[in-house]
Nanobody, 115 residues
Framework: QVQVVEFGGGLVQTGGSLRLSCAASGSIRRAKAVSWYRQAPGMQRELVASLSSGGSTSYADFVKGRFTISRDNVPNTVLLQMNNLKPEDTAVYFC?????????WGRGTQVTVSS
């Protein structure tokens, strides 16, 4: 099972940008999908964006037009570019890598957007 590490979180002002990285310890070539989720304090974890093995992307309505999920040039790494950040985007962001018979989660990276 691959290990997953997210990084790139931090503190940013409203309207700012951050780029999160999801790095896998092994090949994700056969992954069904790589997705970003987020969880704010006291809230359920919610899906933010997904990238399928075929390259198609999907986004939650609340990030459409602001966030972009893509493969990095670095092998086995997926990015989440976040622009025009809002205070309500504050959360821990998690990466999930899904294979046919398993899924791996990272421990998350904190994103805080100040107003």
């Amino acid at each position: 099972q691959v290990q997953v590490v997210e990084f790139g979180g931090g503190l940013v002002q409203t309207g700012g940008s951050l780029r999160l990285s999801c790095a896998a310890s092994g090949s994700i070539r056969r992954a069904k999908a790589v997705s970003w989720y987020r969880q704010a304090p006291g809230m359920q974890r919610e899906l933010v964006a997904s990238l399928s093995s075929g390259g198609s992307t999907s986004y939650a309505d609340f990030v459409k037009g602001r966030f972009t999920i893509s493969r990095d040039n670095v092998p086995n790494t997926v990015l989440l570019q976040m622009n025009n950040l809002k205070p309500e985007d504050t959360a821990v962001y998690f990466c999930k890598i899904e294979f046919v018979e398993s899924a791996s989660w990272g421990r998350g990276t904190q994103v805080t957007v100040s107003s």
